[in-house]
């Protein structure tokens, strides 16, 4: 329903700068721009439990990331509030999401992305997991079940992208839809509490340009469709994990 | 040694006794600070005598429900306890806290010798400055209350919907 309004607002947004001399800048964007900040509301009712009919997913093109992913790193931890811990050494900070620099040595191109849990479908921190703590949600979320993890830390060790942190420290005042606490591990979980009011992730709502988020099952969402039109490339697609998000310009 | 076994299990049988005594025994209303609550609500989420003695259950199945379902209706939801029972901060304006004599959930816990580690991460008392919504009316839209299994989705605020649909800062560059 409002995946229309999105559409209808875009459509009258492009054409306005096509009348302009935008049209030639615009058009090889045009796939995101069209796509971009589209949220799927989801049709579930909240009393009925989530299906495996969707994925969640997102791509990412850092090509218009001017800030290399920080602005989406800072919604994130205004969102869920994981900058509270004053007590911890830096290595042992939380870290939802954070900014990765590469570097090609030989030629010295750079670039930056924001790397965050990559939502695999085939997880390595499930597999690990003595307790079942470490899940994947029916719609490929994956997250810390916290009231059964036991901290044991093995899926920080599994895990290929480094997407999870430990707490700790004691935490007072979290977030009320965002609880962490001591001793149990924790990463981003694609904002699960907005995606089940149907509202965008705090990173994709942060940068708008750049992020398209959607159903990778719908062959016609805008991420399917914008994957479609400009492929998207997995970090360690070698390891063979399909994960949930991927990135354009890498 | 039977003889010391059933003077253990005579003790215990008198403690749980004594606690369910407690218990069934309605404590005043200043011990449990109702006051909160009743300034939202007529009655809670469940009979008086259910949620007394069922509230954990509740908490925990919600729990499990939530996590590994992604099924969040709020009449079991434990955010929504706290929204409608505990004030963020004390009469002198200071934060309240899980363990606050004040505090809701510590009335009744202190009492009956219970511990719970829930608190180390949920938020114990409402985020005024997140959600200043929050103290929505029973019977409102909302309406999610007594329909036990049955609750539909809460439709989408007008915030939320235009944060769906309007273009955030950014978009329009």
């Given at each position: 329903m409002s995946q229309n309004r999105v559409d209808e607002y875009r459509r009258k947004f492009v054409t306005a700068l096509g009348g302009v001399a935008a049209a030639a800048t615009v058009a090889p964007g045009f796939f995101l721009r069209e796509a971009q900040a589209a949220g799927e509301v989801p049709t579930?009712?909240?009393d009925q439990a989530v299906t495996s009919e969707k994925r969640w997913g997102m791509l990412i093109d850092i090509t218009k990331l001017t800030d290399g992913g920080a602005g989406m790193v800072e919604a994130c931890k205004k969102e869920h509030g994981w900058d509270n811990n004053p007590l911890s050494r830096d290595d042992q900070k939380a870290h939802w999401a954070r900014v990765v620099n590469v570097k090609?040595?030989?030629?010295?191109h750079s670039f930056s992305l924001p790397v965050m849990?990559?939502?695999?479908?085939?997880?390595p921190c499930v597999d690990v997991c003595p307790t079942g703590a470490s899940m994947k949600r029916a719609d490929g979320i994956v997250q810390v079940n916290k009231h059964i993890c036991i901290g044991c830390r093995y899926c920080m060790m599994a895990c290929p992208y480094k997407a999870r942190s430990f707490v700790h420290e004691p935490l007072t005042d979290q977030r009320s839809y965002s609880p962490r606490g001591m001793g149990t591990v924790e990463s981003c979980n694609m904002c699960i509490h907005r995606i089940d009011e149907g509202r965008l992730p705090a990173c994709v709502e942060a940068a708008p340009d750049a992020v398209i988020f959607g159903d990778l099952n719908d062959p016609n969402s805008a991420v399917s469709q914008a994957l479609k039109a400009m492929g998207g490339k997995q970090i360690r697609a070698d390891l063979n994990l399909n994960t949930g998000v991927r990135y354009h310009g890498i | 040694m039977t003889s010391k076994f059933s003077q253990v299990f005579l003790a215990s049988v008198l403690a749980l006794a004594a606690l369910l005594a407690g218990c069934s025994k309605a404590p005043t209303e200043a011990d449990l600070n109702l006051a909160t609550a009743k300034q939202k609500a007529e009655e809670c989420v469940e009979p008086e005598n259910v949620i007394r003695t069922k509230h954990m259950d509740m908490l925990m199945h919600q729990r499990d429900a939530t996590m590994i379902e992604g099924i969040r209706t709020k009449q079991h939801s434990l955010k929504e306890c706290i929204n409608c029972h505990?004030?963020?901060?004390?009469q002198d304006g200071s934060p309240l806290h899980y363990?606050?004599?004040?505090h809701f959930c510590t009335t009744c816990h202190a009492a009956v010798g219970q511990k719970i580690d829930c608190f180390q991460c949920h938020a114990d008392r409402p985020d005024v400055a997140q959600?200043?919504?929050?103290?929505?009316?029973?019977?409102?839209?909302?309406?999610?209350?007594?329909t036990q299994g049955v609750t539909e989705a809460a439709a989408p605020t007008t915030a939320e919907v235009q944060m769906v649909t309007q273009p955030q800062q950014g978009a329009a560059q």
């Amino acid at each position: 329903m409002s995946q229309n309004r999105v559409d209808e607002y875009r459509r009258k947004f492009v054409t306005a700068l096509g009348g302009v001399a935008a049209a030639a800048t615009v058009a090889p964007g045009f796939f995101l721009r069209e796509a971009q900040a589209a949220g799927e509301v989801p049709t579930r009712s909240l009393d009925q439990a989530v299906t495996s009919e969707k994925r969640w997913g997102m791509l990412i093109d850092i090509t218009k990331l001017t800030d290399g992913g920080a602005g989406m790193v800072e919604a994130c931890k205004k969102e869920h509030g994981w900058d509270n811990n004053p007590l911890s050494r830096d290595d042992q900070k939380a870290h939802w999401a954070r900014v990765v620099n590469v570097k090609d040595k030989l030629t010295g191109h750079s670039f930056s992305l924001p790397v965050m849990c990559q939502h695999c479908e085939n997880p390595p921190c499930v597999d690990v997991c003595p307790t079942g703590a470490s899940m994947k949600r029916a719609d490929g979320i994956v997250q810390v079940n916290k009231h059964i993890c036991i901290g044991c830390r093995y899926c920080m060790m599994a895990c290929p992208y480094k997407a999870r942190s430990f707490v700790h420290e004691p935490l007072t005042d979290q977030r009320s839809y965002s609880p962490r606490g001591m001793g149990t591990v924790e990463s981003c979980n694609m904002c699960i509490h907005r995606i089940d009011e149907g509202r965008l992730p705090a990173c994709v709502e942060a940068a708008p340009d750049a992020v398209i988020f959607g159903d990778l099952n719908d062959p016609n969402s805008a991420v399917s469709q914008a994957l479609k039109a400009m492929g998207g490339k997995q970090i360690r697609a070698d390891l063979n994990l399909n994960t949930g998000v991927r990135y354009h310009g890498i | 040694m039977t003889s010391k076994f059933s003077q253990v299990f005579l003790a215990s049988v008198l403690a749980l006794a004594a606690l369910l005594a407690g218990c069934s025994k309605a404590p005043t209303e200043a011990d449990l600070n109702l006051a909160t609550a009743k300034q939202k609500a007529e009655e809670c989420v469940e009979p008086e005598n259910v949620i007394r003695t069922k509230h954990m259950d509740m908490l925990m199945h919600q729990r499990d429900a939530t996590m590994i379902e992604g099924i969040r209706t709020k009449q079991h939801s434990l955010k929504e306890c706290i929204n409608c029972h505990v004030s963020a901060t004390k009469q002198d304006g200071s934060p309240l806290h899980y363990g606050d004599k004040e505090h809701f959930c510590t009335t009744c816990h202190a009492a009956v010798g219970q511990k719970i580690d829930c608190f180390q991460c949920h938020a114990d008392r409402p985020d005024v400055a997140q959600n200043q919504n929050y103290q929505h009316a029973v019977g409102s839209t909302e309406g999610h209350h007594f329909t036990q299994g049955v609750t539909e989705a809460a439709a989408p605020t007008t915030a939320e919907v235009q944060m769906v649909t309007q273009p955030q800062q950014g978009a329009a560059q």
